[in-house]
């Protein structure tokens, strides 16, 4: 799987790459279009431009959408879905291990609450639960991305007015660089190679 982003000046130089892409038939798994940020330089005409892509191609390239959106490009992202990931699968183990740490303690912890044997352990299987969701936030926060510079170069890209092509192919499948190359982009960034 490579994934690249590809710079440009408007956004009839995109839609301009996007048709040729889909005339040499190249499998794209994943294409957005990112309209420029809110930079000083942010070209506001270009922004009304109609979609000139086919809609019954291959790959669509929707409308433009802002950088905050795409995952990737947006760590804070990354990190919910992480989050959410983490606390499906921690949140229950964290109930078993809580419901069996107070059956073979016999913890008296909630007794004074009036809670008998079965709710003490129930209990126990809750607080267990709560420190698993509480440790599926911190452990989604200690990951950093591995690209968070060109994260940063992308990002001033696209405050500087530029429009970006977000192009993800399928495994083992090349995007045709010299294609890319003939509509002269501002700049190439390759996020990850598989």
Known sequence: MSICIVALPNREKANQLIERLQSVSTPIVRCDLIKPGIGKQSIKTEQ???????????????NPIEITKVPLLNPELSKQTRQRNMAFLLMPFGFIAGLTFTAMTNLKTFSDLGINFLGEQIT???????????????GAASVRPKNIEDIISIKK?????LWLLFLETPLEVELP???LQEVKPIEVVRLLDQ
């Open 124 to 138: 126990g299987g809750l607080v267990g639960m709560v420190s698993g969701w509480m440790g599926s936030y911190v």
């Open 157 to 161: 890209l696209n405050e500087q007015g």
């Open 48 to 62: 009304s431009q109609e979609n000139t892509i086919d809609e019954g191609s291959e790959f669509n390239c929707p």
């Open 177 to 179: 660089w010299n294609l």
